[in-house]
């Protein structure tokens, strides 16, 4: 058996080999037939094609290993590429020769079928993520696992073309980034550490070196909620640049944002298509600018909306979803209370009130997909933040010594892969869109 794959279903449907004999290796996707023919719908990563096996073409050993074939049996296909416009995507294989590599044992079947998920003791939500290994072949998720490289591919691009350099951080650390109710405790050696919650603060330490900066890497956050946009391990998109004030950075995040949608449209428009996704809509996110809208202002239409909210209170997904339903193109929205964000964000000048820094809200429901802002970068003035919060200073001194020697106005945002892809794909849930999912209840498989 020669191991290299020659063809691909995708470069047949396209009509790249119309009339040539290929081979094609892949799983059966799909099966029915009688004694004397046998239709098989070959799956692979790029698509399925429907194949026609007759018994007199085959001989009868193979023409039966290949009719005793089950879903997700690995086969090996060599045929000639008809085009006939009765089959799904227009070409079929008519089989010459057919190779079982690794069949499914018939006393134990491919388990995820209509009636298995009808019939799941934990409902078929539950089934699913039990059987994540296998769900992971169907075709939804694999448009949802496309889609979600090219969301990482465009962040690379976007910062690279930039002139950005790639960084990384520890995943252990000593405090808190984003509160200290969401922090992982880890044994470690006889002291407590925790896992990272955001890569930024050691971003902030490389600044004086690289300028401009960003990583893709996991961030962990001990979410006890399990809500259609919150995981436990979720993969964090962020970014560092000196010389900078929230105003370009919301520049950067906008441009990020708009690049992966066009990027997506680009790479990944037929998968958009066959997850249910509206492509205009998609094109709306790529090419309209996100206008901006002050906390005041938010806090006002929600209330004109008849929702209970406070000033001064941060906005929670409850809250978020009202107000985004009312946008057509994601916003941002700043100028949060100082008291209502971290001690890392710069206080308004102009009104110390208020800290300069950014939410980016996601239309259609889907809320914050990036939080970011100019960071506190003088020694006196993140001491008196840290202290006005109550921290402890001791896990934040190689961070407050950084400012001790040439602090700049810098500032920075975190976007949440899983978040971006989940609102552009349309997905119901943000576990959709990851392959395997963390939440509070499931660490396996």
């Given at each position: 058996?020669?191991?290299?794959?020659?063809?691909?279903?995708?470069?047949?449907?396209?009509?790249?080999?119309?009339?040539?004999?290929?081979?094609?290796?892949?799983?059966?996707?799909?099966t029915r037939?009688?004694?004397k023919?046998?239709f098989?719908?070959?799956r692979?990563?790029t698509?399925?094609?429907?194949?026609v096996?007759?018994?007199?073409?085959?001989g009868d050993d193979?023409?039966?290993?290949?009719k005793?074939?089950?879903?997700?049996?690995?086969?090996i296909?060599?045929?000639m590429v008809?085009v006939?416009?009765?089959a799904?995507?227009?070409?079929?294989i008519?089989?010459?020769?057919?190779?079982?590599v690794?069949?499914?044992?018939?006393?134990?079947?491919?388990?995820?079928?209509e009636?298995?998920m009808?019939?799941?003791?934990?409902?078929?939500?539950?089934?699913?993520?039990?059987?994540?290994?296998?769900?992971?072949?169907?075709?939804?998720?694999t448009?949802?696992?496309?889609?979600?490289?090219?969301?990482f591919g465009?962040?690379h691009?976007?910062?690279r073309?930039r002139?950005?350099?790639?960084?990384?951080?520890?995943?252990f650390?000593a405090?808190?980034?984003?509160?200290?109710s969401?922090?992982?405790?880890?044994p470690?050696?006889?002291?407590?550490?925790?896992?990272?919650q955001?890569?930024?603060?050691?971003?902030?330490a490389?600044?004086?070196?690289?300028?401009?900066?960003?990583t893709?890497a996991?961030?962990?956050?001990?979410?006890k909620?399990?809500?259609?946009?919150?995981?436990?391990?979720?993969?964090?998109?962020?970014m560092?640049?000196a010389?900078?004030?929230?105003?370009?950075?919301?520049?950067?995040?906008?441009?990020?944002v708009?690049?992966i949608?066009?990027t997506?449209?680009?790479?990944?428009?037929?998968?958009?298509?066959?997850?249910g996704?509206?492509?205009d809509?998609?094109?709306r996110?790529?090419?309209?600018p996100y206008?901006?809208?002050?906390?005041?202002e938010a806090?006002?239409?929600?209330?004109?909306?008849?929702?209970?909210?406070?000033?001064?209170?941060?906005?929670?997904?409850s809250?978020?979803?009202?107000?985004?339903?009312?946008?057509?193109?994601?916003?941002?929205?700043?100028?949060?209370?100082?008291?209502?964000?971290?001690?890392?964000h710069?206080?308004d000048?102009?009104?110390?009130?208020?800290?300069?820094?950014h939410?980016l809200?996601?239309?259609?429901?889907y809320?914050?997909?990036?939080?970011?802002?100019?960071?506190?970068?003088s020694?006196k003035?993140?001491?008196?933040?840290?202290?006005?919060?109550?921290?402890?200073r001791?896990?934040?001194?190689f961070y407050i010594?950084?400012?001790?020697?040439?602090?700049?106005?810098?500032?920075?945002?975190?976007?949440?892969i899983?978040?971006?892809?989940?609102?552009l794909?349309?997905?119901d849930?943000?576990?959709?869109?990851?392959?395997?999912p963390?939440d509070?209840r499931?660490?396996?498989?």
């Open positions: 058996m020669d191991l290299q794959k020659s063809h691909w279903i995708g470069e047949v449907q396209s009509g790249m080999h119309d009339g040539k004999e290929v081979e094609l290796k892949g799983w059966v996707y799909r037939g009688s004694n023919i046998h098989i719908v070959l692979d990563s698509g399925t094609i429907q194949c096996a007759k018994r007199e073409a085959l193979s023409f039966e290993d290949l005793a074939s089950l879903i997700e049996t690995s086969i296909l060599k045929g008809n006939d416009e009765r799904p995507g227009g070409h079929e008519v089989v010459s020769s057919a190779e079982v690794g069949p499914v044992n018939p006393e134990n079947p491919f388990p995820i079928t009636s298995a009808e019939n799941a003791e934990g409902g078929e939500t539950e089934f699913l993520l039990d059987n994540r290994h296998l769900y992971l072949r169907t075709g939804r998720m448009n949802m696992l496309k889609i979600r490289s090219s969301v465009a962040v691009s976007y910062f073309e002139d950005f350099t790639e960084y990384q951080a520890p995943s650390v405090g808190a980034v984003e509160g200290g969401t922090l992982f405790e880890v470690y050696f006889g002291r407590k550490v925790y896992l990272t955001s890569w930024q603060l050691y971003a902030e490389a600044m004086p070196a690289l300028e401009r900066l960003y893709v996991p961030s962990f956050r001990a979410e909620s399990r809500t259609r946009r919150h995981l436990t391990e979720f993969w964090h998109a962020e560092e640049i010389w900078a004030g929230n105003a370009e950075v919301m520049e950067h995040g906008e441009g990020l708009r690049h949608a066009r997506l449209l680009d790479e990944r428009s037929d998968e958009l298509a066959e997850v996704r509206d492509l809509l998609v094109a996110y790529a090419d309209s206008p901006r809208m002050r906390y005041d806090v006002e239409t929600l209330q004109g909306l008849g929702v209970a909210i406070e000033w001064g209170q941060d906005l929670d997904y809250k978020e979803k009202v107000l985004t339903k009312e946008f057509d193109v994601p916003h941002f929205l700043t100028h949060y209370p100082r008291i209502a964000k971290p001690f890392y710069r206080p000048p102009d009104d110390e009130k208020y800290v300069l820094c939410d809200l996601a239309p259609e429901g809320g914050e997909i990036i939080g970011g802002g100019e960071r506190t970068w020694e003035e993140i001491l008196e933040r840290i202290d006005e919060e109550g921290t402890p001791e896990p934040y001194e010594d950084v400012r001790k020697y040439g602090g700049v106005p810098h500032g920075g945002f975190g976007l949440g899983e978040r971006v892809c989940s609102w794909s349309g997905a849930h943000i576990r959709e869109v990851i392959p395997f963390r509070s499931r660490v396996t498989p």
